[in-house]
């Protein structure tokens, strides 16, 4: 299982993504468990919502940042998050 | 407990909340305490949602409806929603036993995440046997269910001695109800388990025979389907880190309002677990005798104290050292540097005799009755 560049990514509709006052950080929901995320893969996962492919979000978020060279990071990330299901194409 | 320091105190992150001890089916293996008949009363709804916005508050977030079966709860979905309200992943943990597609569908609507169906075994005859009930063509209706209703769904079986050969067919099963999680609970002995603990217990050859085929098949379903295995200690050389670590991670709310560290606590002896009615979550957590009294390693006796690995599995589990040994501060007997360990090499022989006598002596059923008498 890899990515598909042409498809959109959606995140999963069996996990929750949700931040924690308590923690101060987002995390990743599922039964009985719980994946705590730093910064920048809350921001990933957040544009996860159907209507990006990889190329889009990598690109809305080095708008966002104004920075330049993020794919690879972004790429990596993703293909975890497709692994462990919290993210699928359709 | 000597000498913690309040800092070292981390939040909660798992409540336990034990809604009922009253359960429509008789699991001889039964985590629940042998002497549940006699807690009987229940708190209120306002209650319960004082202790799950108070627990929340402490950074709680990942919530289990447990029991007994929760269902029998009528005020089940609206503690559901009252969770969803304040932020909770709720798993109903439930034998499936009276779910119908109505209260699937509402429970949706109140907001509960994920529903976990326990099964048996993977034949009728066994499954009801087991469970003292008629039960399996349901749970499998029920598991179908959850699935449609668009739910993650773990499928949990029980694994003992009367189930294990079945392991090629609980996974085919698991597979074939479309489980997205299966839970292999390899039976933990306390309670009622502990009681049919000659009958319960599988061999070492049981159990490596069972963990091979389960690993095989963990590889064809990898990307489909999860698999939580919960090891069969009793054949480890070194403890399960129980509960993550005493008063660090879990708090359970037995049904009378005891706060409990794990869910067999209340068996220790002069703890004087606290209850919700008497004291706020926060004053339970950071404050109580019982959930401080194991915290850090300053209680600790030898072989642990010096151990190099206490950090990595706190010296196991209290109950089990208190249920083997008689001794709740000592090493749990199932690390094979305790003093103890022979209990467990005794425990596995008496288990094989057993299994090898021509007439076995019945399973003990968890029942009201059985309760009262062996209480």
Redesign the interface.
Known sequence: ?TLNPDLLIQFS??H?L?W?E??QKN?I??????VELNASSAEILKLCDGTRTLAQIVSDLEEKFATQGLFNDINTFLEVAL?N?WIHQN | MAGYTKTNITPPRWLLAELTYSCPLQCPYCSNPIDYAKHSSEISTDDWKRVLTQARKMGAVQLGFSGGEPLTRKDLSELVKHARDLGYYSNLITSGYGLTEEKIIELKEAGLDHIQVSIQASSQELNDHIAGTASFEHKKQVAHLVKKHGYPMVLCVVIHRENIHQMADILAMAEDLGADYLELANTQYYGWAHTNRDLLLPTKEHFEEAEKIAQAFKETVAGKMKIYYVVPDFHEDRPKACMNGWGTTFLTIAPDGVALPCHSARDLPNLDCPNVNDYSISEIWNDSKAFNFFRGDDWMQEPCRSCDEKEKDFGGCRCQAYLLSGDMYATDPVCSKSPNHHVIDEAIASARSAALAENEKPLIFRNSKNSKLLS
Not at chain 1, 29 to 34: F, H
């Open positions: 299982m509709r069996t929750r949700q924690e308590a923690q995390v929901l599922y039964p009985e468990g719980m692994q299901g």
